[in-house]
């Protein structure tokens, strides 16, 4: 008996857990429902949330497409992105003279938003597919760049000079030394990124793609199906702070290894 | 001394030429259509503003946006100041608060379009979803400011039997403002993003809208301006507010 106990007083503490963390969330979701219900607001100016709930669970197949495109979209992104963010880094660690000269772009993205161009972007690269990944990938690019680098550049002296002390070249010291030594620094980009990888790619698709998460909220809110308009809103949402926790989940399982 | 400020002489002169390549890079893909024929060259871009229809459109665009993401900014930076310092007061709170601040900021910004529209209408939704924007930054480095405080200041407080409302406005409030104003440099363009996404959803003026409709348009020189204008007012509130914190900053140290 007494271990039947143990579990239930362990799943209450668990719940308590929970609930000291998310009350603010689940307040808010409280209101929103009890708000809806006590002014008799029509679906078409705000939807209850359990309304957008069971639109979820009821018509899952209306909602898989799009999230598979919305994600297939972002993991590319990211995944350019990244790479591109690594290749630079090493390249203006390898050359001072990149490194002044591309301060000023540097610059400029990081103060520009870059989601703010996307129909610039749609403009160059195409409308549809193409502008989602690219803008993605530039949303991505950028911490990453900023974090490898300030990893590649902050390796301990000691460990240089060990390098440099038996005579290896700087492509060795970078392979050997360095790049493992920014793993950590990668991970917290794909920490930063990957949720707003997701949001970027939602809001282009919003604005021009012809499928994905996006455009399913684009068409419902043109076609007055607030529910499903919300509904979209909300499996981002979900999808975003997933990307998040992963993403955390892979740094802290990971990062120690190289530090 | 002398290969400091050398190198340092050099690093200018790369930034400058940099500068000067990265324009003339914009202009040589236009010139000769390296990327297709929505890459106009940057002088013919300039050129339209000798319209002057032109430039009291954009003009009076930027000015408007400019507002919204202003308003946004000043909105969304007094509430999270105000709702972190609510979560050191009363530490209960602070768990809850953390959480809900994170879930507000993985709200994807457009899916409020609907409930600001019914709600504070197109006009207004720029401003509030600037302020969302803001919002999130603003709370994070407030928080992590209010706890900047060192130890060694907080145990003589302590140990001088200071009032909790003491400590709070003679310590902490002061150590955070570094933060704080880091905080803001941060959010300044978020700011301009808010207002240019809350345009988006049907806004009757503003860049956002001026940017949507050129694109829709083909009118590709008008939508490089619209950008480029984006661009700007991003950079000169990311600048204004870096040097007020560099000015300011020091004194709270």
């Known amino acids: 008996m007494s271990g039947s106990g143990a579990v239930l007083r362990r799943f209450l503490g668990a719940l308590?857990?929970?609930?000291?963390?998310?009350?603010?969330?689940?307040?808010?979701?409280?209101?929103?429902?009890?708000?809806?219900?006590?002014?008799?607001?029509?679906?078409?100016?705000?939807?209850?949330p359990y309304s957008v709930v069971s639109d979820v669970f009821d018509n899952p197949s209306a909602y898989a497409g799009p999230l598979g495109h919305t994600l297939l979209n972002s993991v590319v992104g990211l995944a350019l992105g990244m790479v591109l963010g690594l290749w630079c880094a090493m390249a203006v660690w390898f050359s001072r003279m990149l490194s002044g000269l591309l301060t000023p772009l540097l610059l400029v993205m990081r103060s520009v938003p870059v989601v703010v161009m996307i129909p610039v972007v749609a403009r160059v690269v195409g409308f549809g597919t193409p502008a989602v990944t690219t803008i993605t990938t530039l949303v991505s690019f950028f911490p990453t760049f900023v974090m490898v680098l300030s990893g590649l550049r902050a390796a301990p002296?000691?460990?240089?000079?060990?390098?440099?002390?038996?005579?290896?070249?700087?492509?060795?010291?970078?392979?050997?030394?360095?790049?493992?030594?920014?793993?950590?620094?990668?991970?917290?980009?794909?920490?930063?990124?990957?949720?707003?990888?997701?949001?970027?790619?939602?809001?282009a698709e919003y604005l021009l793609g012809?499928?994905?998460?996006?455009?399913?909220?684009?068409?419902?809110?043109?076609?007055?199906?607030?529910?499903?308009?919300?509904g979209a809103a909300l499996i981002a949402t979900v999808v975003s702070v997933a990307c998040f926790v992963a993403a955390r989940g892979v740094e802290r399982r990971y990062a120690g290894r190289f530090r | 001394m002398r290969t400091v400020r050398d190198s340092r002489v050099q690093t200018a002169l790369l930034v400058a030429v940099g500068a000067v390549l990265a324009l003339a890079a914009m202009?040589?893909?236009?010139?000769?259509?390296?990327?297709?024929?929505?890459?106009?060259?940057?002088?013919?871009?300039?050129?339209?503003?000798?319209?002057?229809?032109?430039?009291?459109?954009?003009?009076?665009?930027?000015?408007?946006?400019?507002?919204?993401?202003?308003?946004?900014?000043?909105?969304?930076?007094?509430?999270?100041?105000?709702?972190?310092?609510?979560?050191?007061?009363?530490?209960?709170?602070?768990?809850?608060?953390?959480?809900?601040?994170?879930?507000?900021?993985?709200?994807?910004?457009?899916?409020?379009?609907p409930l600001l529209i019914a709600t504070v209408g197109r006009e207004g939704s720029p401003a509030v979803i600037a302020a969302l924007a803001v919002g999130f930054v603003m709370f994070v480095s407030t928080t992590s400011g209010l706890e900047a405080a060192s130890t060694a200041h907080?145990?003589?407080?302590?140990?001088?039997?200071?009032?909790?409302?003491?400590?709070?406005?003679?310590?902490?409030?002061?150590?955070?403002?570094?933060?704080?104003?880091?905080?803001?440099?941060?959010?300044?363009?978020?700011a301009v993003l808010g207002a240019i996404v809350g345009e988006w959803f049907g806004a009757p003026s503003g860049l956002g809208l001026l940017l949507v409709s050129a694109m829709q348009n083909y009118q590709t020189e008008l939508l490089w301006a619209a950008g480029l204008a984006a661009a700007l007012l991003a950079i000169v509130s990311y600048a204004v507010l870096g040097t007020v914190r560099s000015l300011m900053a020091w004194r709270f140290r």
């Open chain 1, 16 to 48: 308590g857990t929970v609930f000291s963390r998310y009350w603010t969330v689940l307040a808010l979701l409280l209101a929103w429902e009890l708000w809806v219900r006590a002014r008799h607001l029509n679906a078409i100016v705000v939807p209850a």
């Open chain 1, 157 to 203: 002296t000691a460990m240089t000079d060990v390098f440099a002390v038996l005579g290896a070249s700087r492509p060795m010291v970078l392979r050997r030394l360095l790049l493992p030594h920014a793993v950590p620094e990668l991970l917290v980009a794909l920490r930063l990124t990957a949720p707003s990888a997701v949001l970027a790619a939602m809001l």
């Open chain 1, 210 to 230: 012809r499928s994905g998460l996006g455009t399913l909220f684009a068409d419902a809110v043109v076609f007055v199906a607030p529910q499903r308009a919300w």
């Open chain 2, 27 to 113: 202009e040589a893909i236009g010139r000769f259509q390296l990327l297709g024929r929505g890459w106009p060259p940057l002088s013919q871009v300039l050129d339209i503003l000798h319209t002057p229809a032109t430039r009291t459109l954009l003009g009076r665009s930027l000015r408007t946006t400019a507002d919204e993401a202003g308003l946004g900014l000043l909105i969304g930076a007094l509430v999270s100041v105000v709702v972190a310092v609510l979560g050191t007061v009363l530490p209960v709170l602070q768990a809850g608060l953390d959480r809900l601040a994170a879930v507000l900021n993985a709200v994807p910004l457009i899916a409020l379009g």
């Open chain 2, 154 to 190: 907080r145990d003589v407080l302590a140990a001088l039997g200071a009032s909790r409302t003491t400590t709070l406005l003679r310590l902490r409030l002061p150590a955070a403002v570094p933060m704080v104003l880091d905080g803001l440099t941060q959010a300044a363009p978020a």
